[in-house]
C-alpha cells in the first residue's frame, strides 16, 4: 500500500467505511494508521446502538421478564424474578448493560456458587444467558457478555438426615407447649412433605388415613398436586398422633395460619424457627434437672425436612418393607428410598441377627451369640 499523503495539519488519514458511514483514523506516523483503524472498528463494534446508551441492567431485565418470560409457568416466572432481585440486581442493576462484562457475570456465579446450591446458581447463569442474548437480538448491546459463561464448582448439596434419639425426646418435650407442637408432631408420625402440609383440611382425613393428594408451591403460594403421581397416597395416623388432633370440620385447614387461612411456607419456616430455639431452652431445661447429659459434640442444625426423612428410618427400624415405605413416603421410585434405608444402624444389626437366631431355632436372643458365633466362625 503506497504511503499516505500527510495533510497541511500535519497528520496522515486513512478513511474506510461500515455500513456506508465512512469513518477515518489519523496519525503523525503514518505506520500506526492500520492499528488505529482496528481498534476504530472494534470500538465501534462495541458501541450501543442510538438511545440505548443509559438502559441499566435492571430496566432491561424487567422489560425482557414481562416480554420474554409469559410462555413460561408462574413458579418459573417467580425464579427469575427473585433471582434478579436477590442476586444480580444488588450488584448490577444500577449498571449500564452496555458496561457490563463476561467477567461480572463470571464472578457473580463464582460468588452463588461458594454459598447457594447448584440449582440456583445453574437458573442464574440460564436466566443471564436468555437475558442478555435478548438484548443483542434487539440491538441493545452488539456483544454478549454471558456468552462463554461457564458453570462454577457449587458447594456439596446440603444433606437430609433423621434426628438422634436425644433430639427426638427434646423435640416431644418442646412440642407439649409450643404453638406448632401438634404440626411437627405430624410431620414426624406421617413423613410428609413441608409443602403437603398447609392444603390439609377436615376432609382428607379418612378412616385413620390422612389423604395426601396437593401441595403449596413455595414462590406463588397457589395449590397444586403433589411432586409426582406417586405422591398421591394414603399415610395411616398411629393413635398417639390421632389424639391430638384438632376436631375440625372438613372444609377447615387442618393447620391453618396464626391467624386464619392458608398457612404459607414463610410462616411455616418462622414458626419452625420458633420452635428450635424452644428446643434450645428445653434442652438447658433437661440437662439442668439432669434428666440429660451435656452433648459432647455439636449437631447439625436440624430442619424441617428432617423429619421426614426420621420418619423413613423409622419404617425401616419397625420392619416395614422397603416397597411399602415407599409407596407411604411418595417416592417415585424404591431407588429414592434405598437411599434412606441403607443407613443401617447397629440396633438395626443386633434385630437381624436376632431375627436369623429365631429362624435357625436357636430360640429367643438378643443377637449377641449370633455375632459371636459369627466372629469365632471368621477366627476359625
Same mark, same amino acid.
Given at each position: ?30 505506520? #500506526? ?22 438502559? =441499566?441492567? +435492571? ?12 410462555? %413460561? ?8 424474578? &427473585?433471582? +434478579?432481585?436477590?442476586?444480580?440486581? $444488588? ?5 449500564? !448493560? ?16 461458594? =454459598? ?23 440491538? /441493545? ?28 425426646? /427434646? ?7 409450643? $404453638?406448632?407442637?401438634?404440626?411437627? +408432631? ?10 403437603? /402440609?398447609?392444603?390439609?383440611? &377436615?376432609?382428607?382425613?379418612?378412616? &385413620? ?6 401441595? %403449596? ?32 370440620? $372438613? ?35 433437661? !440437662? ?12 447439625? $442444625? ?10 423413613? #428410618? ?25 437411599? /434412606? ?21 436357636? &430360640? ?17
Amino acid at each position: 500500500m503506497p504511503k499516505p499523503k500527510k495533510g497541511a495539519d500535519g497528520y496522515y488519514r486513512r478513511y474506510f467505511r461500515i455500513d456506508g458511514i465512512e469513518y477515518s483514523v489519523r496519525s503523525k506516523d503514518f505506520r #500506526t494508521l492500520a492499528d488505529k483503524e482496528r481498534k476504530k472498528r472494534e470500538q465501534l463494534a462495541n458501541k450501543a446502538k442510538p438511545g440505548t446508551e443509559s438502559v =441499566t441492567v +435492571q430496566a432491561w431485565g424487567d422489560s425482557w421478564r414481562e416480554v420474554y418470560t409469559t410462555n %413460561l409457568r408462574k413458579a418459573s416466572q417467580e425464579r427469575i424474578r &427473585g433471582l +434478579q432481585q436477590n442476586y444480580l440486581y $444488588p450488584l448490577y442493576g444500577a449498571v449500564k !448493560i452496555t458496561a457490563v462484562k463476561r467477567i461480572h457475570l463470571q464472578s457473580l456465579l463464582n460468588d452463588m456458587a461458594k =454459598t447457594l446450591a447448584k440449582d440456583t446458581v445453574k437458573h442464574m447463569m440460564q436466566m443471564l444467558i436468555a437475558m442478555f442474548t435478548a438484548a443483542v437480538e434487539d440491538d /441493545i448491546i452488539s456483544k454478549n457478555p454471558a456468552a462463554g459463561l461457564t458453570m462454577p464448582v457449587c458447594r456439596p448439596p446440603s444433606t437430609h438426615r433423621a434426628i438422634t434419639e436425644r433430639e427426638r425426646v /427434646i423435640l416431644l418435650e418442646t412440642a407439649k407447649t409450643h $404453638p406448632m407442637g401438634i404440626l411437627v +408432631q405430624f410431620l414426624l408420625y406421617t413423613g410428609l412433605r413441608p409443602g403437603e /402440609i398447609p392444603p390439609l383440611t &377436615g376432609a382428607d382425613l379418612v378412616g &385413620g388415613y390422612v389423604r395426601v393428594n396437593k401441595a %403449596l408451591e413455595a414462590r406463588t403460594n397457589e395449590i397444586k398436586e403433589t411432586k409426582s403421581k406417586a405422591g398421591f397416597r394414603m399415610v395411616p395416623i398411629i393413635p398417639r398422633l390421632s389424639a391430638i388432633l384438632p376436631d375440625i370440620r $372438613p372444609n377447615q385447614y387442618l393447620f391453618p395460619q396464626p391467624r386464619g387461612g392458608l398457612m404459607s411456607k414463610t410462616v411455616m419456616r418462622r414458626m419452625w424457627h420458633s420452635f428450635v430455639l424452644a428446643m434450645d431452652e428445653t434442652e438447658a431445661e433437661l !440437662i439442668g434437672k439432669k434428666l440429660l447429659p451435656k452433648l459432647k459434640e455439636q449437631l447439625p $442444625p436440624m430442619q424441617l425436612y428432617d423429619l421426614r426423612h426420621t420418619y423413613c #428410618t423409622d419404617l425401616e427400624r419397625a420392619g416395614v418393607p422397603i416397597n411399602v415405605a415407599a409407596k407411604l413416603m411418595g417416592h417415585s421410585s424404591v431407588k429414592v428410598t434405598e437411599r /434412606i434405608y441403607t443407613h443401617t444402624g447397629e440396633d438395626m444389626l443386633q434385630r437381624a441377627a436376632s431375627q436369623l437366631s429365631v429362624f435357625w431355632g436357636d &430360640g429367643n436372643s438378643d443377637g449377641n451369640d449370633t455375632v459371636n458365633r459369627g466372629k469365632k466362625a471368621a477366627e476359625s
